[in-house]
């Protein structure tokens, strides 16, 4: 008994793909028995499975059950809900790992799985022995048994536990996406005065596209805090691990200036400890911590490298300008966006009670959105090599943490390959347009050395 993946669907931090095309049921049950396989090979017994709002969820959880029991594990089914809320399970029932079914913030026709194995983030290399595995027939068997355990509760009473944020008025927009009940729950608990958009658990997004980074994603939310005058508002993606945040003015905060936010008491428990972003990061957020008293430390893009690099640092706390925002500081490390936001709100009362103030008073930056331009499998990190060669005939300095991250007199920009689509990702940020202006032109100009098209000027 064989099986064969779309190699597309294998992704760097989980699997994804179109469904019906790239990604099925059969592949969910080759999952489930190599996933379990590597359970039962670690010593384990049990695993944890949940999934999120997707019309097609149910019936790859239905195959990812099958495939789980019949190499021998035992499943415990949290049923529907944010990718956190099984993260939550998979650090506090006795469970030896779990799976998500999710297409996070993918349009509605995609689903995929997010995996963790022992407390750590099972990627890379472990995601690629699943298709040696299926090819193989290299599986377990065995009959394992099937439970559900009620977990939403003590999921959303975790988020509230330690509460002692102010009241605020606050918006929250769930986009329809899985963490919509939660959101519902939270709420109630939170003091204040709550409005909730798209709370309406739905795999067709019917309102708009759940993913918070996307500035004409936030419209309906930031209507909603305008036209209330609300204190702030809070968005979440696809599957509840992605933050995203409006001030009252109904100006975006980006996820490094929430980092830059949510750092400070954490900074104020615990001095001198290492905060992680990744290279997308305003370098506003990194002199930010260090003039705390933190150690900002910058890092690859990618929440399972960015968890994997916490806890080799002992960090309390990471983020990415993606919105994946890490706590470990009172928490279990993983990027949960309802804990995010429940912290955030705390953060917002110590540090004078309006977020609106917290944006005025951050630095004047002229950026780039994340730009990106087409590129293949083979092509995209070649360019960037060829980039970061020339660069060193220089004598230009450049941050290698992830593709190439250039520091000039006007600010900086970075120029990095995709590990989940065949593009190049490329960002620039100065003091002024005129500064952007130059560092662009410099993007292009390596650009145009490998043979790619330019990119546009274009500043937020």
Same mark, same amino acid.
């Given at each position: 008994?064989?099986? /064969?993946?779309?190699?597309?669907?294998?992704?760097?931090?989980?699997? /994804?793909?179109?469904?019906?095309?790239? !990604?099925?049921?059969?592949?969910?049950? %080759?999952?489930?028995?190599?996933?379990?396989?590597?359970?039962?090979?670690?010593?384990?017994?049990?695993? %944890?499975?949940?999934?999120?709002? #997707?019309?097609?969820?149910?019936?790859?959880?239905?195959?990812?059950?099958?495939?789980? =029991?019949r190499s021998g594990v035992d499943v415990v089914r949290i049923g529907l809900g944010p990718t956190p809320m099984?993260?939550?399970?998979?650090?506090?029932?006795?469970?030896?790992?779990? @799976?998500?079914? =999710? &297409?996070?913030?993918?349009?509605?026709?995609?689903?995929?799985?997010?995996?963790? !194995?022992?407390?750590?983030?099972?990627?890379?290399?472990?995601?690629?022995?699943?298709?040696?595995?299926?090819?193989?027939?290299?599986?377990?068997?065995?009959?394992?048994?099937?439970?559900?355990?009620?977990?939403?509760?003590?999921?959303?009473?975790?988020?509230?536990?330690?509460?002692? &944020?102010? $009241?605020? #008025?606050?918006?929250?927009?769930?986009?329809?996406?899985?963490?919509?009940?939660? @959101?519902?729950?939270?709420?109630?608990?939170?003091?204040?005065?709550?409005?909730?958009?798209?709370?309406e658990i739905d795999g067709t997004f019917p309102n708009h596209h759940p993913d918070p980074t996307e500035e004409?994603?936030?419209?309906?939310?930031?209507?909603?805090?305008?036209?209330?005058?609300?204190?702030?508002? !809070?968005?979440?993606?696809?599957?509840?691990?992605?933050?995203?945040?409006?001030?009252?003015?109904?100006?975006?905060?980006?996820?490094?200036?929430?980092?830059?936010?949510?750092?400070?008491?954490?900074? /104020?428990?615990?001095?001198?400890?290492?905060?992680?972003?990744?290279?997308?990061?305003?370098? $506003?957020?990194?002199?930010?911590?260090? *003039?705390?008293?933190?150690?900002?430390?910058?890092?690859?893009?990618?929440?399972?490298?960015?968890?994997?690099?916490?806890?080799?640092?002992?960090?309390?706390?990471?983020?990415?300008?993606?919105?994946? @925002?890490f706590f470990a500081h009172d928490y279990y490390g993983f990027d949960d966006a309802q804990y995010a936001a429940?912290?955030?709100?705390?953060?917002?009362?110590?540090?004078?009670?309006?977020? =609106?103030?917290?944006?005025?008073?951050?630095?004047?930056?002229?950026?780039?959105?994340?730009?990106?331009?087409?590129?293949?499998?083979?092509?995209?990190?070649?360019?960037?090599?060829?980039?970061?060669?020339?660069? *060193?005939?220089?004598?230009?300095?450049?941050?290698? =943490?992830?593709?190439?991250?250039?520091?000039?007199?006007?600010?900086?920009?970075?120029?990095?390959?995709?590990?989940?689509?065949?593009?190049?990702?490329? /960002?620039?940020?100065?003091?002024?347009?005129?500064? !952007?202006?130059?560092?662009? $032109?410099? @993007?292009?100009?390596?650009?145009?050395?490998?043979?790619?098209?330019?990119?546009?000027? %274009?500043?937020?």
């Open positions: 008994m064989s099986h /064969r993946f779309d190699p597309t669907s294998l992704r760097e931090y989980d699997v /994804r793909g179109i469904v019906g095309k790239s !990604l099925g049921p059969a592949d969910a049950h %080759a999952i489930g028995r190599g996933f379990a396989t590597h359970v039962r090979r670690a010593g384990g017994t049990r695993v %944890a499975v949940g999934y999120d709002g #997707r019309v097609s969820s149910p019936v790859l959880e239905a195959a990812l059950i099958e495939g789980l =029991t099984l993260y939550h399970a998979e650090a506090t029932l006795e469970v030896d790992g779990g @799976i998500q079914i =999710t &297409g996070s913030h993918n349009p509605a026709e995609y689903n995929g799985f997010k995996m963790v !194995l022992q407390h750590r983030p099972f990627f890379g290399a472990d995601i690629q022995s699943l298709a040696r595995m299926a090819e193989e027939g290299d599986w377990e068997d065995g009959e394992g048994a099937v439970s559900s355990a009620e977990v939403i509760d003590l999921y959303v009473d975790r988020l509230m536990q330690g509460y002692a &944020g102010g $009241a605020f #008025r606050i918006g929250w927009d769930a986009g329809n996406g899985a963490a919509g009940e939660v @959101i519902e729950k939270l709420v109630k608990l939170l003091p204040g005065e709550h409005h909730t958009l798209y709370t004409r994603n936030l419209a309906d939310l930031k209507r909603l805090v305008v036209e209330k005058g609300l204190d702030f508002g !809070l968005a979440f993606d696809g599957d509840g691990d992605r933050l995203g945040a409006v001030d009252g003015q109904g100006r975006v905060v980006w996820g490094d200036q929430l980092l830059a936010i949510l750092a400070e008491p954490v900074l /104020r428990a615990e001095p001198g400890a290492t905060i992680i972003a990744d290279v997308k990061a305003s370098q $506003a957020l990194f002199d930010r911590i260090a *003039e705390l008293g933190g150690t900002p430390l910058m890092w690859k893009t990618g929440h399972s490298l960015i968890k994997t690099k916490m806890k080799e640092t002992n960090a309390p706390l990471a983020g990415e300008m993606s919105g994946h @925002i429940v912290r955030l709100i705390r953060a917002v009362r110590v540090l004078g009670g309006s977020l =609106t103030a917290l944006k005025d008073a951050m630095p004047a930056m002229v950026n780039t959105p994340e730009l990106r331009f087409q590129s293949s499998e083979d092509r995209k990190f070649a360019v960037v090599d060829e980039v970061l060669a020339r660069l *060193e005939a220089d004598g230009t300095e450049v941050n290698r =943490t992830d593709g190439a991250r250039v520091t000039t007199p006007d600010g900086w920009w970075l120029l990095r390959a995709s590990n989940t689509q065949d593009v190049l990702v490329a /960002r620039a940020e100065a003091k002024d347009q005129a500064g !952007l202006d130059r560092l662009m $032109a410099a @993007i292009n100009d390596q650009l145009a050395l490998s043979g790619v098209a330019p990119v546009l000027a %274009a500043g937020h």
